[in-house]
């Protein structure tokens, strides 16, 4: 099993980013996915959620009306959309699946993601 982020970097505040994460060994299209992120000295927090199908979405207060998560099931991808960041959006985000039934967790090595003030 592979998750594989993309699509981090350095960012003004204001600016745009769009990560992506790219699955395979796992059948995609019946994994729920997530992203996660972690700021320097906090812990793992859910920032947006998108259940297998993509029919539905959730998002930390922080980041909604912001972040747009989305997936592509046919080509086995996710994606998390990014705008208006915030220095606070500072962290490195992880791409996880999950079965939550079969108690499966997968997480991805993570993308840094910087926003300068």
């Known amino acids: 099993v592979q998750l594989v982020e993309s699509g981090g970097g350095l960012v003004q505040a204001g600016g745009s980013l769009r990560l992506s994460c790219a699955a395979s060994g796992i059948l995609f299209s019946i994994y729920d996915m997530a992203w996660y992120r972690q700021a320097p000295g906090k812990q793992r927090e859910l920032a947006a959620y998108?259940?297998?199908?993509?029919?539905?979405?959730r998002y930390a207060n922080s980041v909604k009306g912001r972040f747009t998560i989305s997936r592509d099931n046919a080509k086995r991808m996710m994606y998390l959309q990014m705008n208006s960041l915030e220095p606070e959006d500072t962290a490195v985000y992880y791409c996880?699946?999950?079965?939550?039934?079969?108690?499966?967790?997968?997480w991805g090595q993570g993308t840094q993601v910087t926003v300068s003030s």
């Open positions: 998108i259940t297998s199908s993509g029919g539905s979405t």
């Open positions: 996880n699946a999950k079965r939550t039934s079969d108690h499966i967790d997968y």
